[in-house]
T-cell receptor
Framework: SQQGEEDPQALSIQEGENATMNCSYK?????LQWYRQNSGRGLVHLILIRSNEREKHSGRLRVTLDTSKKSSSLLITASRAADTASYFCATEGNNRLAFGKGNQVVVIP | EAGVVQSPRYKIIEKKQPVAFWCNPISGHNTLYWYRQNLGQGPELLIR????????DSQLPKDRFSAERLKGVDSTLKIQPAELGDSAVYLCASSLDQQRAGETQYFGPGTRLLVL
């Protein structure tokens, strides 16, 4: 069964704006990961945040994790048309990665 | 470095027919995964291999699905017979060593299956 639930499920923004998406999960985790999927490059790992971390940055990406609320957020700053994709959060526990349903993000040039 | 290779990329079959998907992981990756992704959903794990051993196949529908990873490298996933509900994208992924938490999984382009 899938663990993560992303919110909003669809997001449309102008190029240059920031995009924020959230993920909630249900059980304890070792870490939480975000993936991007588009038709050009398939499913690609973006960033991982461990259960004892609260915030992590990678380029234009910022991820937060609140284990007390069992939630995470992904912020993409200064979005580009190439950021158009589906974004999935995935929780890792018991040697298994459980994906959410995904956020569809469209960046309008 | 070559990524995860899958074939075929697309497959259309009639229900009750058999179908097989092939995956070649990244060289040196011990762990191999098969996922199924239904339309509008995230991938769901079907089976995980550590070298040639299937260590997590609890979500594999064993009545019609089978998989093998001979010699601990390439893997084949088979469906026999296929049902309409099997239409999905089948993704293969590999990682260096799943024993270590947080190991990055690298995904192939997937095989899009349509069962008519």
């Amino acid at each position: 069964s899938q663990q993560g639930e992303e919110d909003p499920q669809a997001l449309s923004i102008q190029e240059g704006e920031n995009a924020t998406m959230n993920c909630s999960y249900k059980t304890s985790i070792n870490n939480l990961q975000w993936y991007r999927q588009n038709s050009g490059r398939g499913l690609v790992h973006l960033i991982l945040i461990r259960s004892n971390e609260r915030e992590k940055h990678s380029g234009r990406l910022r991820v937060t994790l609140d284990t007390s609320k069992k939630s995470s957020s992904l912020l993409i700053t200064a979005s580009r048309a190439a950021d158009t994709a589906s974004y999935f959060c995935a929780t890792e526990g018991n040697n298994r990665l459980a994906f959410g349903k995904g956020n569809q993000v469209v960046v309008i040039p | 470095e070559a990524g995860v290779v899958q074939s075929p990329r697309y497959k259309i079959i009639e229900k009750k027919q058999p179908v097989a998907f092939w995956c070649n992981p990244i060289s040196g990756h011990n762990t191999l995964y098969w996922y199924r992704q239904n339309l509008g959903q995230g991938p769901e794990l079907l089976i995980r291999y550590e070298n040639e051993e299937a260590v997590d196949d609890s979500q594999l529908p064993k009545d019609r699905f089978s998989a093998e990873r001979l010699k601990g490298v390439d893997s084949t996933l088979k469906i026999q017979p296929a049902e309409l509900g099997d239409s999905a994208v089948y993704l293969c992924a590999s990682s260096l060593d799943q024993q270590r938490a947080g190991e990055t999984q690298y995904f192939g382009p997937g095989t899009r299956l349509l069962v008519l």
